[in-house]
């Protein structure tokens, strides 16, 4: 069981020099989840990686949230067919063994 920490969104953005309406984009797109907790927004600690990820893609590569999106969506579905690939690989030993 992991735990879970909110950190929040406008500290992240304070320490990674962006502005808040980013995170708000990024929540509008669906590519990432916000917790609000009277009227604060507060990101997830399990979000931080991905949103590393896309300011990646965003500032240093220079792609835009378009563009992020389809990437993270691709992803998302390599990583899902990967897990689906190691699932039937165990199956498959099982029977390899008999």
């Not at 953005?13 to 604060?40: K, M």
């Not at 949230?65 to 067919?81: D, F, K, M």
Request: with cysteine; charged share 20%; glycine share 2%.
């Amino acid at each position: 069981m992991t735990k879970e920490y909110l950190i929040p969104a406008a500290e992240f953005c304070a320490n990674h020099q962006i502005e808040l309406s980013f995170i708000n984009s990024l929540h509008e797109f669906g590519l990432i989840e916000v917790v609000s907790i009277q009227q604060t927004t507060f990101l997830s600690s399990e979000e931080l990686p991905k949103l590393e990820q896309i300011l990646l893609f965003n500032q240093e590569l220079e792609i835009n949230l378009e563009g992020v999106e389809v990437i993270i969506r691709l992803l998302e579905r390599v990583h899902q067919i990967q897990h689906e690939m190691n699932i039937l690989r165990n199956r498959l030993s099982i029977y390899e063994n008999l």
